[in-house]
């Protein structure tokens, strides 16, 4: 495969021809080929697999149409593959006649087509969430990590290109089928080794929620023949798609909590995770974007909106959850506001298997905590300080 590299420095090259890209690649010490249903990929140095090399080998070989990019280092990771597979296919001069032309919406398509028929596809993740206040392992986030060879997908590109091309509840379902089959195999065997029961988080979209294959009384069955329980299972709804029936969705989510599932809403002070949604639904978690919890320990206007929404979790009966903490002065600093609950890779990082999270003892947090206390006291004379969710006067 040659020696490991920035994708910066990679070029792609596609080809229907097989027996060209081939002898190609093995002109090419540092190729890569990676076959798709429409034609076949090489990516390799771009010191190596050169305009001059390409020209050679397909000359003596008849010739065949190809095309050859440079894979673009500004885009994000998740993308770039995706950007010069579409480019290399254009200049072939092939796109029309095999389907792909240069649409963004069309190139998500083939996308999603190549995720739902790869056989190995699925890769999930666990990510503890803990109690702030004593370290406890409340459940495990089930984090959906695409392996898509050629392409390098992130999920949430992939969540994207469902959302643009009206496939969301084929996406989800794909997903949670794939979550609980694994999560039931899972769970049986910790049962057997006498462990407890798993407690999990999953994402949906809330076109999902509302599809007939995820009403209440349906998915809890689909959760039962996986070998779990609804009180096992939170159902994460995520912020990236705008709610056009907000009364149905607030209707099955009361029918999900009557037969026990949790039900949080992600990503709160970011996107459409308003007040006003929060409120409708009633959840039972509020997830704090990860954007507000890094760096709220030396951020005022951070931590008067945490503030609000601590204020505003206890009115509704919803617990608080902080993701993507990284910092113990952040980690200490949302405990003393009184949030509830957190995950982040400080706590415990993603793992194919689940593992027990980092001991709060550990991170030193009693000493952060006061110098937090101080600080807050000093800048805010009359402002609540909040000690493991209890408030206690600053005066």
């Not at 890209?21 to 076959?35: G, I, K, M, N, T």
């Not at 240069?102 to 995720?115: E, N």
């Not at 794909?174 to 407890?196: D, H, M, N």
């Not at 807050?376 to 300080?385: E, G, I, M």
Request: proline share 4%; with cysteine.
């Amino acid at each position: 495969m040659g020696a490991k590299r920035a994708d910066g420095d990679d070029r792609l090259l596609w080809s229907r021809d097989i027996r060209f890209a081939r002898r190609l690649a093995d002109a090419v010490p540092s190729a890569r080929v990676f076959e798709l249903d429409a034609g076949i990929v090489v990516i390799g140095l771009a010191s190596e697999l050169t305009d001059t090399r390409a020209a050679r080998v397909a000359a003596a070989v008849h010739s065949p149409p190809y095309g050859l990019v440079t894979l673009d280092a500004d885009l994000p990771e998740g993308e770039r593959h995706l950007v010069a597979l579409s480019a290399a296919v254009q200049q072939s001069g092939l796109a029309e006649r095999i389907g792909m032309a240069q649409t963004g919406q069309l190139m998500q398509t083939k996308m999603l087509d190549y995720f739902f028929t790869l056989k190995n596809v699925e890769g999930i993740a666990y990510q503890p969430i803990v109690e702030l206040a004593t370290g406890e392992l409340v459940e495990y986030e089930c984090l959906f990590r695409p392996q898509m060879p050629g392409l390098q997908q992130s999920i949430s590109s992939v969540v994207q290109a469902a959302i643009d091309t009206g496939r969301t509840i084929e996406l989800d379902s794909f997903i949670v089928r794939v979550i609980l089959s694994r999560v039931g195999e899972l769970q049986a065997a910790r049962k057997e080794s006498g462990q407890p029961p798993l407690h999990l988080a999953i994402n949906f979209t809330p076109a999902s929620l509302l599809d007939s294959q995820f009403q209440a009384k349906a998915f809890a069955t689909m959760v039962r023949e996986a070998g779990l329980s609804p009180r096992q299972i939170t159902l994460e709804c995520t912020e990236q798609q705008v709610v056009s029936d907000m009364g149905s969705l607030v209707k099955q989510v009361k029918a999900l909590r009557r037969l026990g599932f949790g039900f949080a809403i992600d990503d709160a002070g970011a996107g459409y995770a308003s007040f006003s949604m929060i409120a409708s639904l009633k959840p039972s978690v509020i997830k704090i974007d990860r954007e507000i919890a890094f760096g709220i320990a030396h951020d005022d206007a951070k931590q008067a909106l945490v503030e609000a929404f601590v204020s505003f979790g206890g009115r509704i009966g919803a617990l608080l959850l902080a993701e993507g903490i990284e910092r113990r002065a952040d980690l200490a600093m949302l405990s003393t506001l009184g949030v509830d609950l957190g995950q982040g890779y400080l706590i415990g990082k993603p793992a194919t298997v689940p593992s027990m999270p980092r001991r709060m003892e550990t991170l030193r947090l009693d000493a952060a905590r006061q110098a937090i206390n101080q600080r807050v006291r000093a800048a805010h004379p009359r402002r609540q300080v909040r000690q493991h969710g209890v408030a206690a006067s600053a005066d």
